[in-house]
């Protein structure tokens, strides 16, 4: 699932994913804790069962005028115990109009969460049944009509469901929990014109008579029923194989243009994972499918994935991403493997999912992209990380929470960090072959966490008990404070180290393998120690003074250090670093170095001089936050670069020289003429931002800009709300009305958040819109009342929350949005829009963070931040991750 996009985008200053990316994500796009209590949604162990489902035979049609599903389901089971006299099956919000019992009429009953069908008498273990129930209902959640209306007459007709995490129940009755995998077979009547997409193989379709067809789907092996999924509607398709495997595209009906853009390295991305993992492909056919209005990134259903139709790449933004849609595709199709052939037993345990497809994801990017494309992205997931405080205490398994999310920057994040730390642990060969035999034995099975310690001890005959025990079971991560000394008498560097994190509840002491890198004169000299106590001492043989010295080398521990260097050592490292990671800390570094011409002068030559993009991203933020004239010389320079994300960033900094009184004339030439719209929306933000003079006309000019994906327009609705200037009201509800294309209403709704914050009539216009048929205005509206303050919003909020007409995990972003207005300034409410501080050697958030989702890039919730596919950071930006493109 895609909270999940992962990698941030270029944003410098941005709360950073996600998903699902994701996201995600990006992530990979977590939900915060709420105030007040919640009934849980969803349940963190797995049930005991009463019966094995074995089949489901589901006969769907559905009233378009009325949104309203019309079903029928078939039920093979066989009871688990004695002594039965009822079957239970989930069912929530539907009327169930008949139930058999091995073909006669049988008794039932019904509440607000289950269907209750009596057996004739007490039954025994290993009876078999077949149950028919017929049944209709208007779904809150779980199936979606996405439909035209009078104010959006050209919008493609289509139908799709969401499942995870429990919300298969409001469309079929039926066991709704992961640790019971059942076969499929999916029968749905739609449209001749339609086409459908479900599990498994394409039997049939054939005329129903009445300008209708009946399409037959069937999944021959078992999966869980979360996992379950059927799209119907008008779609442009694009058909092809793979290795003798259909691999289908599918997008809404217009947008078929799109497909090669986003879609065109999936056969290389099915045979790397498959050669890679040395499990084949394992389904009949491998679909994705691009919807209206997803309320996630990604989801990964058995053989055919569901994305977001926010995630697909015009044709003409390809050459402003670096990676387009890699993150979010190779995330869903990653599950595929982890989460579809082997799933997890319960919600605790969601990380074997999602960590495992976040460490994917990595993996093709590495594969792909190269090993200093992945080690930035892991970097920059690692202070993503640490930002996010309330996840330190948390362990990765954790059955302590209300929603399977909710701790999402754990299970997709960090997990797919302390993966890779785990095939640092064991080397490449004996990873890949414990996840093999991981995969294999437990082929089309539920798991937990000790599935996989087993299998990797069975595999490579090495103890991980205390990896896990610290990492998976235990919460936090070390931070440790370094210092080194050299003694030329005896030629001796000493490095002192200590853990200075908070030993209580589940974290601890860390025991870690540390390389530690000793340059001088003659050379580099790396040598692993192994940390396990709170404060050690170690020694290390160097000819003369060092000219640097690493703790880590090339980051691959998850940690925060402090690490006490002079300007002098940090200038060497970012000059001679052979990794990325080292010569980005030291970056971030030397933007805390206030008065220092050399620390400027070498971020300066960095700027343009580093080979790797990601450092010169690096290097200009820290020149941003120097500030003065001398740093910004040194961010000029950068609107060269070949590379448009990286011009982006230098647009990004340049809006914070506030002095310089004629860059805002320099910021509105390259928003009129820089060939890449990512850079030009870029600059129309900074305008907004340094609030410049006359900057409204530019802003009202740009808004009557075409450009792909609306990029320019909605960079200046979105400038509007940043300039602050109240007369933009006018211009921003004009966009506002139906009609509009939803991704500006949304620009404009967050701007709205922004100014006018005593105007009643815009507070109202924004509390109308909390009724919209569109998730995201709903959404988009929730989170600018919540930064408008006014204690007004909160009973209409509480209203929208309650009627449960909301997908899964918009229910806590409301709940802190009404915490917010009912306790301004609170805690929660700083993390939500700064950040938690991050730690020393983290430094500030990378250049890049972003909330894993917006409706333009949700994909990147698969990159590492999609991956942490944070979803509440992914909602809270919906709209300001619209005016960007991943690199």
Known sequence: MAAKTNTPSLTAGQAKKHGRLAITLLCLLALGAAAGPKARADQPFAPSRDYDLQNARIELRFDLDQRRVLGQVTHTLTTLKDGLHELDFDSVGLTIQSASLDGKEARFSTDDAKLRVDLEGAGKAGDK????????????????????????????????????????????????????????????????????????????????????????????????????????????????????????????????????????????????????????????????TAVDQFTLGGMENVSATTLTARSLMHPALVRESLEGQDGLVSHEMSHQWFGDL??????????????????????????QYGADNASYARWRAQATWFR??????????????????????????????????????????????????????????????????????????????????????????????????????????????????DVRGHVGLFEVPVEVAVTTAAGTKSVPITLTKADETFSFPAESQPLMVLFDKGDKILKSVEFQKSTAEWIYQLQHAQDVPDRADAAQALGDVKGSDSAISALSAAATGDRFWGVRVQVLTALGKVGGAQAEKGVLPGLADPEPWVREIAVDQLAKFSDDSALAARLTEIAGKDIAYRVRAAALLGLGQRKAAGAMATLESAAATDSPDDMIR??????????????????????????????????????????????????????????????????????????????????????????????????????QQIARLKNPGGEQNRERQFGAASPAAAGNSPAGQQAPANPQIVERLDKIDRNLAEMNERLKKIEQQQTRATP
Do not use: C
């Not at 082997?342 to 594969?367: C, P």
């Not at 509480?798 to 997908?807: A, F, H, M, V």
């Open 129 to 288: 049944h077949e149950v028919t129930i017929r049944y209709e209902g208007r779904p809150k959640k779980g199936l979606y009509f996405i439909l035209p209306n009078k104010s959006y007459s050209a919008q493609p007709k289509e139908i799709w469901t969401q499942g995870e995490a429990e919300d298969t129940r409001y469309y079929i009755p039926i066991y709704d929990y992961p640790n019971n995998r059942t076969k499929t077979e999916m029968i749905v009547t739609v449209p001749r014109d339609w086409v459908t997409v479900s599990n498994g193989k394409l039997e049939s379709v054939v005329d129903a008579g009445q300008g209708m067809k009946t399409w037959t789907w069937r999944q021959s092996q078992p999966i869980s029923t979360y996992l379950i999924s059927l799209v119907a509607g008008e779609f442009d398709e694009s058909k092809k194989t793979w290795r003798n495997t259909p691999i289908d595209y599918r997008v809404p009906h217009g947008e078929g243009n799109r497909i090669e853009p986003t879609f065109a390295r999936t056969p290389e991305m099915l045979s790397f994972f498959s050669d890679r993992l040395g499990v084949p492909y394992p389904w009949d056919k491998y679909d994705q």
């Open 342 to 367: 082997v799933t997890t037993k319960d919600w605790g345990n969601l990380w074997l999912n999602e960590g495992f497809a976040t460490f994917m994801a990595s993996l093709w990017e590495e594969h």
């Open 388 to 501: 996010q405080r309330r996840l330190f205490d948390v362990p990765i398994v954790t059955h302590e929470f209300r929603d399977s999310l909710e701790y999402a920057g754990n299970i997709y994040g960090k997990a797919g960090l302390v993966l890779e730390m785990l095939r640092q642990s064991l080397g490449d060969e004996a990873f890949f072959h414990a996840l093999q035999h991981y995969l294999q034995a437990n082929r089309l099975q539920n798991v937990v966490t000790a599935d996989l310690i087993k299998a990797i001890e069975e595999s490579v005959h090495v103890s991980v008990d205390r990896f896990f025990d610290q990492w998976i079971y235990g919460a936090g991560a070390p931070r440790f404070v370094v210092y080194t000394t050299y003694d030329a008498g005896t030629g001796q560097v000493r490095m002192e180290v200590k853990q200075t994190q």
């Open 714 to 815: 909605r960079a200046a609705l979105r400038a509007m709300g940043m300039l602050g200037d109240d007369q933009a009201v006018p211009r921003l509800l004009d966009w506002l009305e139906q009609g509009k294309p939803v991704r500006l209403r949304t620009a404009a709704i967050s701007s709205l958040g922004q100014i006018a914050k005593k105007d009643g009539s815009v507070e109202s216009r924004l509390i109308e819109q909390l009724n919209d048929p569109d998730f995201d205005i709903r959404l988009a509206a929730v989170l600018a009342l919540g930064e408008r303050g006014d204690p007004a919003a909160i009973d209409p909020l509480e209203t929208l929350r309650k009627s449960g007409d909301i997908p899964s995990g918009g229910g806590p972003v409301i709940e």
